[in-house]
């Protein structure tokens, strides 16, 4: 089977205005699935990272939260939107995991 990214446009909830870009991706050894978003240039190749997530919904949300806080304009709440975590890159967290020979695993 070929996956194919899907890209989705995070919009202001207010003004409509554009405002980051998102793919769903396959990244690191275990391919695990990341929501990735980056800056809405219409040149791909000047669009910038903003961050991981662990899903399309916590992409959103946390892409909305930077937004607000970065620039000051309300997303029409009368609180500022929560900051969501972002997905830790695939490697960190998981222990490093090297082949041993033989003669090495006999000697632990």
Do not use: N
């Not at 040149?43 to 939260?65: F, M, N």
């Amino acid at each position: 089977m070929t996956m194919r990214p899907v890209e989705w446009e995070i919009r202001h909830p207010v003004s409509g205005d554009l405002i980051a870009i998102l793919r769903v991706v396959a990244l690191g050894p275990r391919r695990e699935w990341y929501a990735r978003a980056v800056t809405p240039e219409p040149d791909r190749s000047r669009r910038t990272l903003i961050g991981y997530w662990a899903s399309p919904d916590e992409a959103h949300r946390g892409v909305l939260a930077l937004f607000e806080r970065r620039t000051g304009r309300s997303l029409g709440t009368e609180a500022p939107a929560p900051i969501v975590p972002m997905k830790p890159p695939p490697a960190a967290g998981e222990p490093e995991t090297v082949a041993r020979t033989r003669r090495q695993a006999s000697r632990a």
